[in-house]
């Protein structure tokens, strides 16, 4: 079931990441996807557009937590470090694909992917540690008595 999450949430990613429109995917539920041949990859190098505004900071949060949650999913089937090399390489690999969809991938994009991978991660070795911690001194106490 763990896999399937991971399975769910790479192909979310891919539909909300390549539809040609995510303005009618959010919308409307449409998804549509059109293939461009011949990308222009020089746009993977462009900063973020000057006139950004609130939408495109929550676009941008959406990025985020979307890694995050496909992070902790293969944190829950893959060892920390193939997780952790997955999640990124799938950050870039999706901005790629995005040039073939019609759609403008920037590597300033994949920051923000990595940030909530970043965090996923973080809060994955915090929670370890702090179960090992209070589950080694439980069980140390228990046996005491």
């Not at 539809?19 to 973020?48: C, I, M, R, T, Y």
């Not at 193939?82 to 790629?96: D, R």
């Amino acid at each position: 079931m763990r896999t399937f999450f991971v399975v769910v949430m790479s192909a979310f990613i891919f539909v909300c990441t390549c539809s040609s429109s995510f303005a009618d995917l959010k919308e409307s539920g449409e998804v549509h996807f059109e293939w461009q041949g011949n990308p222009a990859f020089g746009e993977l190098l462009l900063p973020w557009p000057s006139d950004a505004d609130r939408n495109f900071a929550f676009q941008k949060a959406g990025h985020a937590l979307a890694f995050f949650v496909f992070a902790c999913g293969l944190l829950q089937i893959l060892p920390y470090r193939y997780a952790a090399v997955l999640s990124i390489l799938y950050a870039f690999a999706t901005e790629i694909l995005q040039l073939y969809f019609t759609r403008s991938g920037r590597l300033l994009d994949v920051w923000v992917d990595c940030a909530g991978i970043a965090i996923a991660l973080i809060l994955f070795l915090v929670i370890k540690n702090f179960t090992r911690r209070h589950v080694h001194k439980d069980s140390a106490s228990f046996h005491r008595t």
